[in-house]
């Protein structure tokens, strides 16, 4: 079992950047990929960016080259620095992470990011 928690989120001004933070509860081996979602009231969950163990990154579309995803394996921690934000960027941030062997999917409770003026 894996627990996450996130933290980071807030009210900030269109333009304005936060960084989110996701704290895994054990490192190990088999620990994989981890990723951010977000879902806006009344919307399906959608896929922010991933990265891999090896650090490899990808991203959606309507973040890319403005939000970078990060991770310290040795402090058991991703991050998502989110710069240039948007009131469409208005969502609550999941963390999630997978492992293997065995095979586990994990999420956090989420972090709020309004963007508003």
């Known amino acids: 079992q894996v627990q996450l928690v996130e933290s980071g989120g807030g009210l900030v001004q269109p333009g304005g950047s936060l960084r989110l933070s996701c704290k895994a509860s054990r490192s190990g081996p088999n620990i994989g990929a981890m990723g951010w979602y977000r879902q806006a009231p009344g919307k399906q969950r959608e896929w922010v960016a991933t990265?891999?163990?090896?650090?490899?990154?990808q991203y959606a579309d309507s973040v890319k080259g403005r939000f970078t995803i990060s991770r310290d394996n040795a402090k058991n921690t991703l991050y998502l620095q989110m710069n240039s934000l948007s009131p469409e960027d208005t969502a609550n941030y999941l963390c999630?992470?997978?492992?293997?062997?065995?095979?586990?999917?994990?999420w956090g409770q989420g972090t709020q990011v309004t963007v508003s003026s």
């Open positions: 999630h992470l997978l492992t293997f062997a065995p095979i586990g999917d994990y």
């Open positions: 990265i891999t163990r090896d650090r490899i990154t």
